[in-house]
């Protein structure tokens, strides 16, 4: 059954069955499949003067494409990669910019200044290849006479500080250069400790009153050391009440890591006729981080008689400087 042309009908003419069959049921039958069911059918062309029925889609996203067989219509979703054309504005969540080979290796990247999407050309001593970045040796440092940092250098919170400034490594302007927190310690002996060594008691210093303690690294008679390092000693300590059998006097440096110790002998051990006598050790030692120091002194002789003496002038008393050399 095919659809005929509707007959052109003359005057008179008798209408017979055929003519009927032929021009009014045939072509009604041929049009029958493009019957509207459903709210949203659509009526298209399946051949040649043969309508047909596209039913309406139930699911809202798809739209209508010509992806059916011999590309009649039928409804689809949108093909990203064959469906759509033209650059998708930044504004509508696209890139505006054709991801289509650059001519090299290259990242793409936001220009902020020019409000769009470009690519990152490498330069000299960068090169982009596949998923690798690499930078080529740094180039040659070259003099520059304009100030390069007019600022605080700081690396972590340790700071290099230029022009007289007081924090980290500080330069002055005439270049001296000072460290604010520089491991330093001067701690002496404020009063006289009596009868404490001269029978061979070793005695563990009572060294109460700093001059100063830069970093904070002198608490209750110990140096802690805040980090890995060798430090200078100087140990001065001045005894009284020393006796004629006192003839062995050794002074102690007592890091956790090793005991560093002088020994002398002193015949008679009297000085000036004060039965006073000033003993001296001065050294550099090893140290770790958290390694701990305290000082002592030992006399041999026949009973602890001997006094550690003390006083408000250091120079003149008992003391012990610690410092950080290197």
Known sequence: MAWTTPKTWASGY???????????????????????????DIIYASGANTPARLAKSTTSTQYLANTGTSNVPAWNEVAL?????????????????ALSAP????????????TEYAYLTAGSGLTVSGTTMTVAALLAVVDDTSPQLGGNLDMQARLLVGNGG????AISAAGEVTMAAQPAVMAFNSSADSNVT??????????????????????????????TGKYKVNLFVNMTGITAAMDRATMFLNPSNRVWGSRQFH??????????LA???STTIDMDAADTMTFAVLYNGD????DVSGGASSTMSTFVSVELVV
Do not use: C, K
């Open 14 to 40: 008798v209408v017979l069955a055929a003519d009927l069959n032929t021009h009014l049921r045939d072509n009604l039958n041929v049009t029958a499949p493009a019957v509207m069911t459903t709210a949203g």
């Open 81 to 97: 990669t064959t469906g759509v054309s033209g650059l998708l504005p930044t504004a509508n969540g696209g890139l505006a910019i």
């Open 103 to 114: 001519g090299a290796d290259r990242i793409l990247f936001w220009d902020h200044s020019a």
């Open 166 to 169: 007081s924090t980290g490594i």
């Open 198 to 227: 001269g029978g061979g008691t070793t005695y563990t210093l009572d060294l109460d009153s700093e001059l100063w303690d830069q970093n904070g690294d002198f608490v209750s008679d110990t140096f802690t050391a805040p980090i």
């Open 267 to 276: 015949p008679g051990n009297v000085r000036d006729g004060a039965n006073q």
């Open 279 to 281: 003993e001296q050790i």
């Open 303 to 306: 009973g602890d008689t001997a």
